[in-house]
């Protein structure tokens, strides 16, 4: 904890600290005994998202939901007992990460948003002891949906580290010849069904966005990709529409 004190005694929020240590004698409790995959106390999670957000400018709310977000989803402690212990601003804001509500609503509170973009990137610094398959589904998520959340939340910083550790882990898993990688992407984007593409996560041109790999690039068109890659995940049904255009015109053509 003593990154995070000292983060928010620098930024002058020393009337803070009795509230986020109560939060992290909370969270202790709830999660001692359990184990990251890497082997470190589960706590060490919730304290390093809570001092990205607390780094960030989270309000304090937001530091405690960090601290306090797994605990209903992950341990035996309830929502009813996090509102009578923090009250129903920090209770909702917990409830909210536990059911996901920022991947549902494009004008989630920004509270709710940066604890979602420090739990990822937390998660992304910390994701190799994680099985192949689930670094993979963790990256293209992370390309497909938290990097434009950063962006769209003006942390370009954040942003940018998520980008690059989702990239450098697709590329470390990739370890095919650049043109099997470019014959491979042609032909999945070929064999495409746009029926099957119902609920499709990324926007045209994200890829471009957030900086695709270069095993993503040799496809020949990042945003296309992306949305290919982003049927996996189901975020906004808009985007099926135009994947279903842009494979029509690509089997005439």
Not at 45 to 63: F, Y
Not at 87 to 104: C, K, N
Request: net charge neutral; glycine share 6%.
């Amino acid at each position: 904890m003593g990154s995070l004190v000292r983060v928010l005694s620098d930024t002058e929020r020393h009337q803070d600290i009795p509230l986020v240590w109560n939060a992290y004698e909370v969270a202790e409790r709830a999660h001692r005994g359990q184990r990251r995959v890497n082997g470190d106390r589960y706590i060490s999670h919730p304290i390093e998202v809570a001092t990205i957000v607390a780094r960030h400018g989270g309000t304090v709310p937001a530091v405690c939901a960090a601290l306090l977000h797994d605990v209903i989803e992950d341990t035996p402690f309830t929502a009813a007992q996090l509102r009578h212990e923090f009250g129903p601003d920090i209770a909702a804001l917990v409830e909210a990460l536990t059911d996901q509500v920022v991947r549902e609503d494009e004008t989630a509170a920004p509270e709710l948003t940066l604890v979602t973009i420090a739990d990822r990137l937390h998660n992304m610094r910390t994701l190799r002891r994680k099985p192949a398959a689930s670094r993979q589904r963790a990256s293209l998520d992370t390309l497909v949906f938290h990097v434009p959340l950063a962006q769209r939340l003006d942390e370009p910083a954040l942003a940018t580290e998520l980008a690059d550790l989702a990239c450098a882990t697709l590329d470390a898993l990739t370890c095919d010849s650049a043109e099997t990688r470019r014959l491979r992407v042609l032909a999945a984007m070929r064999r495409a069904d746009p029926r099957l593409a119902s609920e499709v996560a990324a926007a045209l041109g994200a890829g471009a966005a957030v900086g695709v790999p270069e095993w993503a690039l040799a496809g020949g068109s990042a945003g296309l990709l992306a949305l290919v890659t982003a049927a996996v995940f189901g975020r906004d049904p808009r985007a099926a529409r135009r994947l279903a255009e842009i494979l029509a015109v690509w089997r005439r053509n």
